[in-house]
């Protein structure tokens, strides 16, 4: 089973991101459970989401703590949520930032042999999409790093939820697929 | 916070009353911000209205220059005081990470 | 054709909702509903689903519209939570006193206070009595299907009783899962035309809802609980057609490696899920644990119950609710009750866990079942064990 847990905050997405890879996922005929875990219901507020895939029935409810990935919208978010909690040590850390993953791993305080997954999302996303909502973007990042799911996966999905603006939130995601930078570990 | 750091059912005020007056104050929302906005001190007309719309009270009162300043740490860069102002002297900058 | 989709399991039960053929639907938002209500107000607003939407201003109104439209001999469909149960709580014990089929989805959901907006037990629990039959679901698949059960044995002819089916708030409601969904041609006639016994009708003038005096009030209670009683006959025959059209088989009291299990976890809810997943960790280390899903708590399937525990050393009751200065949770209380003077009884400890949203995790139930077993061996004065607990 694969467990992705995506970090954001309320208004960004990142509820949408984990329901768009498990849609994707049952699409191809696996078995995924995607649920969010709210705190207060604001926009603003630190949300967690969390994505499960596999090729048999998920039937565990409870939240992921040992995630094989971590997937981060919001790059403000690293200085309050410790967001690599639990990550596997075969795991990745996608992340939405501009730093390089020196700075992060300084910032996070991670061991050399964490797997990273670095893009500028943000700056993508306020190019193609015109918000700095990083949602359908970081699927690129998660894409290059996860090994079970294609963007092409994604597609249908995506035109399905999003209807008229589909097509630039599928070409962030393209372009971020493209940029994302894996760092593996030391 | 951690799970050890929450308080213990016998430590919690009665009624789970909340005692710390205006305890919301504390809270940083300040690092939700993509874009704050910025003052071009030679178009301000200390006018206010940037105060009066800002939803959040993020701007307070400098009394000595009369001028209506951003608290960054409220400040969620809606960018609606910069829509509102009437001689354009605010802009909204985006915030890097 | 049914057809496998990624879906929210609110969605999914807005689709079943669709399928069949409701005339109103009258219901006021409250999280974490809302998806279930906004999604059928798009279908009908579409034209997708003819029937007449009525907004209200709250759901004590919700209720009682869905009262009179049922009296009037419309199919009719509600979903609300916790505060929302509580606010329409009189109506709702009303609703099975006059056998309107109302069906309503609850999205189980906290009591504040304090305030509360996650999920458990609390607000269906609180409503224990009101007389409606109370199925619960522990998945996509079982949310979606249930809807189909609950309007065939809602407008039964020999039941006539108000459906409600449970679903946990947020841990259900807000979940993506595969679900296939079920359209209203393959429905077929699975849930036949309602023909109510009387209807308000002008023509035809009645009294609904009268006064009972001392004199009257028994025996109209008599008669509710006994078609309340009576109508597991007909749930029994709901869920073996619709295994047989439709190759799902539900059942009151589900097992799970009960058979030679010297422990048994009883939950309901999509905790269950969480509690399979730790009974297989536990099977694999060896140790006899198995674990009940009970579908069913309104009418309590007694003989059900009896029929899988008598014998058994230890059940692990979990609890999503509690019953202050009670007895422990209320489902385990139900059970001791049941098992009251029964020759091979087994020992039922009482567990109380994830109120308020809090995480269930597959640990919980291994420590649960551990305990159990201490406690069978050791007794123990207390009437419940708080899980989680920060003292």
């Known amino acids: ?186 | 916070m951690t799970q050890s750091d929450k308080p213990r059912w016998q430590e919690l005020e009665i009624g789970c009353i909340v005692t710390t007056p205006g305890s919301t104050r504390e809270y940083k929302t300040g690092d939700w911000a993509s874009s704050i906005p910025v003052t071009d001190p030679a178009k301000c007309a200390k006018c206010g209205i940037c105060w009066v719309f800002c939803p959040d009270m993020a701007r307070f009162i400098d009394q000595r220059t009369g001028t209506y300043d951003v608290n960054n740490f409220y400040c969620k860069g809606c960018g609606i005081c910069a829509r509102e102002c009437p001689t354009g002297a605010i802009t909204m900058q985006e915030v890097g990470d | ?391």
Request: charged content about 25%; glycine content about 8%.
């Open chain 3, 1 to 391: 054709m049914s057809h496998r989709k990624g879906l929210e399991v609110s969605l999914g039960i807005s689709e079943a909702i669709k399928a069949c053929d409701v005339d109103v639907i009258s219901a006021y938002p409250i999280t974490p509903q809302t998806h279930i209500v906004e999604k059928l107000s798009e279908i009908v607003a579409e034209g997708e689903l003819d029937a007449e939407f009525i907004m209200v201003e709250s759901e004590h109104s919700a209720m009682a519209a869905c009262c009179g439209a049922a009296a009037a001999g419309a199919r009719t469909f509600t979903s609300t939570a916790s505060q929302g149960l509580q606010l329409m709580s009189e109506i709702v014990y009303i609703a099975s006193s006059m056998r309107l089929p109302i069906v309503m989805a609850v999205a189980n959901r906290s009591l504040s206070g304090p305030l509360s907006i996650w999920g458990d037990h609390l607000d269906v629990m609180a409503n224990r009595d009101s007389g409606w039959i109370k199925y619960f679901v522990e998945n996509g698949q079982a949310a979606h299907d249930h809807m189909f059960m609950a309007y065939r044995v809602a407008e039964n002819p020999k039941v006539l009783l108000p459906v409600m089916v449970n679903l946990d708030g947020f841990q259900l409601t807000h979940v993506i899962e595969p679900i296939e969904l079920i359209e209203a041609e393959e429905l077929g006639d699975f849930i036949p035309p309602f023909i109510p016994q009387i209807q308000l009708n002008p023509l035809e003038p009645v009294t609904m809802g009268p006064a009972g005096t001392p004199a009257m009030f028994t025996e109209g209670k008599k008669a509710q609980e006994a078609a309340l009683r009576d109508s597991r006959p007909v749930i029994d025959e709901a869920w073996e057609e619709f295994g047989k059209r439709f190759g799902r088989n539900y059942k009151a009291v589900e097992t799970y490696y009960t058979d030679d299990a010297e422990v048994i976890i009883l939950g309901m809810g999509g905790l269950t899920g969480t509690a399979k997943s730790a009974v297989r960790s536990m099977r694999a280390d060896g140790r006899k644990v198995g674990m009940i899903n009970l579908r069913l708590f309104r009418p309590f399937p007694d003989e059900d119950l009896h029929k899988v525990l008598s014998g058994v050393k230890v059940v692990a009751v979990c609890d999503r609710a509690m019953s202050y200065g009670g007895p422990g949770g209320p489902v385990a209380s139900e059970l001791k009750t049941s098992f009251y003077g029964h020759p091979d009884a087994p020992y039922i400890a009482s567990f109380i866990l994830g109120l308020a949203g809090r995480d269930v995790r597959t640990g919980d139930f291994e420590h649960v079942a551990r305990r159990a077993e201490e406690l069978a061996d050791i007794g123990d004065p207390a009437p419940y064990e708080l899980i989680g607990l920060r003292e």
């Open chain 1, 1 to 186: 089973m694969l467990e992705i847990r995506f970090h954001g905050r309320g208004g960004q997405g990142a509820v949408t991101s984990a329901e768009m890879m498990a849609v994707a996922a049952i699409q191809k005929n696996k078995y995924a459970q995607a649920m969010p875990a709210f705190g207060a219901e604001r926009r603003g507020a630190p949300v967690l989401a969390f994505t499960r895939i596999d090729d048999s029935p998920v039937e565990v409810r409870q939240e992921i703590l040992e995630p094989d990935i971590v997937v981060v919208l919001d790059p403000n978010l690293l200085g309050s949520i410790p967001v690599a909690m639990g990550l596997k040590p075969t795991g990745v850390l996608v992340l939405n930032t501009s730093k390089p993953a020196a700075a992060i791993r300084k910032i996070l305080d991670l061991d050399g042999s964490t797997r990273l997954a670095l893009v500028d999302a943000t700056k993508i996303a306020r190019e193609l999409i015109g918000r700095p909502i990083t949602n359908t973007t970081m699927l690129g990042a998660l894409l290059k790093a996860d090994g079970v799911l294609d963007p092409e996966d994604l597609v249908e999905p995506l035109k399905e939820r999003f209807g008229k603006i589909a097509p630039r939130n599928i070409e962030a995601m393209n372009r971020a697929y493209k940029e994302t930078k894996i760092t593996e570990g030391a």
